[in-house]
């Protein structure tokens, strides 16, 4: 996937095979990047150059993407995510606060 | 006659009085795990008894509400779970996985994160690269623990089940303050297991570094840790 970011142009299977170590099956590659198709995040252009396949997003847009999950306090986030950062409610901090006196 | 009069105070005391009550109680801040146990008692013999009175009313009315309450964990859980696998295609994407934590991936962020994600067949503990610049061996260590606790102890779905019914009864206040309650309360239950690794303090100054702005929101916790 890596590969397929800093391209700035779409790579073809035996592109990225011999770009990757170890020069993998070119099947193997075929493989992942047709699941990572499925997932959504490789597109190719299936009616003009099928064999030629592009990020659908830079790496930065997915990690707003994954960032933007984790810090937001979108109230379902807990229940996918169980995180350090918990959120005390509004009252309980105003509770807080009194006890403390301020 | 006498029975709809009991199931319905008793639906009614645990709709309103009780959850009031609970949600006031310091004792709570002291055995977190009773005050969970109380919360979900609470949510079930609520909506158990509500029902019950409705069915000694209306068979249509309660089978209704049954349905409801149903459907809506239902779809709550389907929402869930499409998110979470969302989720982790793209921790699986942006993240390495570090060679000397298994079940640990590192994702290259300057934000302090530290999460979770439950699953199988092994759940992923997720830690970004400014954590680690931000926080000392011990505190990473308390850090690391209270996550895998999260997890442990299923509290994410504690909270879906929750989450459900404040989706599912939306005109009904008490259900967004019992879900209130028991994030807090998770977040307590994970603490108590992080101090059986680290001490208090490094704990306390743990959940305050990673806190950063958002001090105010973890005071109840580092209250609770004496620092």
New interface residues.
């Given amino acids: ?1 890596d590969l397929l970011w800093q391209s700035e142009s779409p790579l073809a299977a035996a592109d990225v095979r011999d770009a990757l170590p170890g020069s993998p099956a070119i099947t193997t590659v075929l493989t992942v990047l047709t699941r990572l198709e499925g ?1 959504g ?1 490789v597109t190719r252009d299936r009616v003009k150059r099928p064999h030629l396949f592009g990020a659908t997003l830079s ?1 930065d847009d ?2 707003a ?3 933007h ?3 937001t306090s979108a ?2 986030r ?12 509004k ?3 105003d509770h ?1 606060r009194k006890l403390l006196g301020d | 006659m006498t029975k709809v009069l009991i199931l319905g105070a008793i639906a009614i005391a645990l709709a309103w009085p009780v959850p009031v009550l609970l949600a006031r109680a310091r004792w709570t801040m002291r055995m977190p795990a009773l005050a969970m146990l109380c919360w979900q008692a609470v949510a079930v013999a609520g909506g158990l008894s509500m029902i019950g009175a409705l069915w000694l009313v209306s068979v249509g009315a309660a089978a209704l509400l049954a349905l409801h309450l149903l459907l809506n964990l239902g779809l709550t859980a389907v929402g869930t779970s499409r998110q979470r696998r969302r989720h982790r295609q793209l921790v699986e994407l942006l993240s390495i996985p570090m060679p000397d934590r298994p079940g640990t991936r590192l994702i290259e962020n300057e934000a302090p994160v530290a999460y979770c994600l439950p699953g199988a067949p092994r759940s992923v503990t997720v830690l970004s690269d400014g954590l680690l610049r931000l926080l000392s061996e011990d505190e990473l260590a308390a850090v690391v623990a209270h996550e895998r606790a999260h997890v442990v102890q299923h509290h994410h779905v504690v909270l879906m089940a929750f989450k459900a019914w404040r989706t599912a009864l939306p005109w009904f206040p008490i259900a967004s303050r019992a879900e209130e309650a028991v994030a807090l309360l998770v977040e307590l239950l994970a603490d108590d297991d992080a101090r059986q690794v680290v001490s208090d303090r490094v704990l306390a100054s743990a959940v305050v570094a990673v806190a950063g702005a958002d001090a105010a929101a973890v005071a109840p916790r580092v209250a609770r840790l004496g620092a």
């Fill in positions: 996937m997932k995040f790496r997915y990690m993407e994954l960032m999950e984790v810090l109230p379902d807990e229940a996918v995510l169980a995180r350090f950062l918990g959120r005390a409610s009252s309980e901090t807080l």
